[in-house]
């Protein structure tokens, strides 16, 4: 599975991307960024169609860019975009991965009603963009089985080998009237089989523990932006664990890793642990950020290797356990190895 690091154009420290930068992470092979930023930033946006995104960057050809349509940016701020703009984004600044614009994301709390007209505005938007790469949008929501039927229908968009699905992060954050975990897991696990074949993305998790049940699920890729959010909040991520708040930058609180945590820590043999230690870490300003994202970031590659190797072994079911201490995902882990036997899911 395929980990996709979620940049931000406000700040693009650390390079992690980078060769020559000292937070290079050389297990990277994708990273993503948003039409949103873009859209905010128009001599960026100028610039990086002048150059296309891998020179914009500076991310080297063995790196993939990833494009975000910017459709959750849009859905908070209540702006939107021009598709025309954005299809000369995607010409001239040619992305490796580019989905439709616009989806429309549905949330938890919305009626039938206007879910079904995000629904609605959504398959036209995959319709209009039936041609070329761009990779067609469904969400997970109540309309998911719709909208399944209707990329059956329609040639070209069964045609394609890749699809993303969005609109999981509210149900994964209990917004009110959140799909219990496990709808959310049928709804992956169905869209899996009805959809073998196909390269399927899932925006917006990266949790060390959501990385599990996509790996699980055989999703191909995902992308996260939570390395970088978590590091701002002073928290780093750990092996097989959740959460640790390392920095106390004032605003925020959260559990302390324990003793046992703590020298993981000091071991941790990540760019920036290497260079730094836990005092880098625990650093506030942007070295610290720069730090906590680092590490952060090398944290989830190694735990989808890790979980790449036991599935691949089938030790997976045997070891998940003493790997994982997570007490919100464990259960499901267990639900999902239950709901499915193992060769009915593609391999992650
Ligand atoms: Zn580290």
């Not at 790449?308 to 045997?318: M, Q, T, V």
Request: hydrophobic residues 40%.
């Amino acid at each position: 599975m395929l980990i996709v690091a979620g940049l931000s154009l406000k700040n693009l420290n650390p390079r992690v991307w980078d060769p020559a930068s000292p937070y290079f992470v050389a297990s990277l092979r994708a990273v993503m960024v948003s039409y949103g930023d873009f859209h905010q930033m128009p001599s960026q946006r100028k610039k990086a169609q002048e150059v296309g995104l891998h020179r914009y960057l500076g991310v080297p050809r063995r790196v993939k860019v990833y494009l975000d349509n910017g459709a959750f940016y849009f859905l908070r701020s209540g702006l939107s975009g021009v598709r025309k703009d954005y299809q000369e984004f995607v010409e001239m600044a040619k992305p490796d991965w580019y989905p439709i614009a616009f989806d429309v994301i549905p949330t938890p709390q919305m009626s039938d009603l206007t879910q079904a007209d995000c629904y609605g505005q959504t398959m036209q938007a995959n319709r209009a963009f039936g041609h070329d790469g761009y990779v067609p949008v469904i969400h997970v929501s109540r309309m998911l089985e719709k909208y399944v039927s209707a990329v059956q229908r329609n040639p070209k968009l069964s045609g394609k080998n890749r699809i993303a699905l969005g609109a999981i992060v509210p149900n994964l954050l209990r917004a009110p009237k959140a799909m219990s975990y496990e709808s959310v897991l049928s709804n992956l696990l169905s869209v899996r089989k009805t959809f073998p074949e196909k390269d399927i993305h899932v925006f917006g998790i990266g949790g060390t523990a959501t990385v599990h049940l996509a790996g699980l699920l055989g999703i191909d890729s995902i992308d996260s932006s939570g390395w970088r959010n978590r590091a701002a909040r002073g928290i780093v991520q750990l092996p097989g664990s959740g959460d640790r708040m390392v920095a106390n930058l004032g605003k925020w609180r959260g559990r302390s890793p324990n003793t046992d945590e703590w020298r993981k820590l000091r071991n941790c043999p990540c760019p920036a642990c290497g260079a730094h230690g836990v005092r880098g870490l625990k650093a506030s300003g942007v070295k610290g950020f720069c730090n906590r994202a680092t590490h952060n970031l090398w944290v989830l590659l190694e735990e989808a290797r890790w979980l790449e190797k036991h599935i691949s072994n089938d030790r997976y079911a045997r070891t998940y356990r003493r790997r994982l201490d997570n007490s919100t995902y464990a259960p499901l882990i267990t639900k999902l190895l239950e709901m499915t036997a193992r060769k009915e899911i593609k391999s992650a």
